[in-house]
Nanobody, 131 residues
């Protein structure tokens, strides 16, 4: 059974950094794209980032490009989202997301795919930015 467990959320000041982790069980990490979407209160879900099986297969939304970096450690079945220079627009619950079935490359999945096409989510981890 595929399960995703996120961790690493917290509260930082504007400009601060956090690293989110997503541990994937069920053997998906070597075969499927995996990514993150976020949802702030009263807002729609936003696909943030994705990493695929192939080297260089990544996706970032325009709102986080240049500040967030996604990476994966297949030996640890873990995906990381390094978030730097956090801004007031970043607070949200961040969810790790993947699929039980083979996925297209992240460049094809994109932000909308992270939100609508990948069906396995974790419980999320809360990120807050406060001065």
């Amino acid at each position: 059974q595929v399960q995703l467990v996120e961790s690493g959320g917290g509260t930082v000041q504007p400009g601060g950094s956090l690293r989110l982790s997503c541990v994937a069980s069920g053997g998906v990490l070597g075969y499927h794209a995996i990514g993150w979407f976020r949802q702030a209160p009263g807002m729609e879900r936003e696909g943030v980032s994705c990493i695929g099986r192939s080297a260089g297969d990544t996706y970032y939304s325009d709102s986080v490009k240049g500040r967030f970096t996604i990476s994966r450690d297949d030996d640890k079945s873990t995906v990381y989202l390094q978030m730097n220079n956090l801004q007031p627009g970043d607070p949200a619950v961040y969810y790790c997301v993947t699929s039980r079935t083979p996925t297209p490359p992240c460049a094809i999945i994109g932000g909308p795919g992270l939100v609508r096409s990948l069906e396995v989510w974790g419980r999320g981890t809360l990120v807050s930015v406060s001065s």
